[in-house]
T-cell receptor, first 111, second 113 residues
Framework: AQSVAQPEDQVNVAEGNPLTVKCTYS??????LFWYVQYPNRGLQFLLK????DNLVKGSYGFEAEFNKSQTSFHLKKPSALVSDSALYFC?????????WGAGTKLIIKP | NAGVTQTPKFQVLKTGQSMTLQCAQD?????MYWYRQDPGMGLRLIYY???????DKGEVPNGYNVSRLNKREFSLRLESAAPSQTSVYFC????????????FGPGTRLTVL
């Protein structure tokens, strides 16, 4: 069965430090992978996606994600965290005309 | 452009009551989706519509019905609300491609007592 795992419920990072939010997936065939962000009391916003090509994908707000086929991972990264990055982050994989979502990781950036 | 809009923003129902959640998009997307979001569970797809006039069940369709009124509008109906349907509901629209980004509305927070 297709699935997405986000192993950390919460990630705490000091402002200015690099951040990583982890995602692993299980899907048959080529994976099409997404990251979305949800700010409090808002809908989800698209950050970036991997379809094919370069394993390092750049997205909105300075975020990037690294696709690793051997580890079936698609971790979200940012070199220098901002307090305004604090939000809920969702990883998703496209399967059978639908997005399969992870449970989400709450990112807290402390000043 | 408003993007994807949803009404109402908040709703409280009693068990057994019915209601319709409205969604409209002005982005000319062919595909539209209804999700529910529950703590610790991410988003779960209730129903989706790949094009005007078609609807398909998602992961958790029981207790819900949908109607794709036209290209812009996709409504979700709860015929007899249950406490298990307390959730935040999101509507989304997608670009007309096989692997698309989805654009989300602001959500409806529904409580069933």
């Amino acid at each position: 069965a297709q699935s997405v795992a986000q192993p950390e419920d919460q990630v705490n990072v000091a402002e200015g430090n690099p951040l990583t939010v982890k995602c692993t997936y299980s899907v048959s065939g080529n994976p099409y992978l997404f990251w979305y962000v949800q700010y409090p009391n808002r809908g989800l916003q698209f950050l970036l996606k991997y379809i094919t090509g370069d394993n390092l994908v750049k997205g909105s707000y300075g975020f990037e994600a690294e696709f690793n086929k051997s580890q079936t991972s698609f971790h979200l990264k940012k070199p220098s965290a901002l307090v305004s990055d604090s939000a809920l982050y969702f990883c998703a994989v496209w399967s059978n005309y639908q997005l399969i979502w992870g449970a989400g990781t709450k990112l807290i950036i402390k000043p | 452009n408003a993007g994807v809009t949803q009404t109402p923003k908040f709703q409280v129902l009693k068990t057994g009551q019915s209601m319709t959640l409205q969604c409209a998009q002005d982005m000319n997307h062919n595909s539209m989706y209804w999700y529910r979001q529950d703590p610790g569970m991410g988003l779960r797809l209730i129903y989706y519509s790949a094009s005007e006039g078609t609807t398909d069940k998602g992961e958790v369709p029981n207790g819900y019905n949908v109607s794709r009124l036209n290209k812009r509008e996709f409504s979700l109906r709860l015929e007899s609300a249950a406490p298990s349907q307390t959730s935040v509901y999101f509507c989304a629209g997608g670009e007309d491609s096989l692997v698309n980004e989805q654009f989300f509305g602001p959500g409806t927070r529904l409580t069933v007592l």
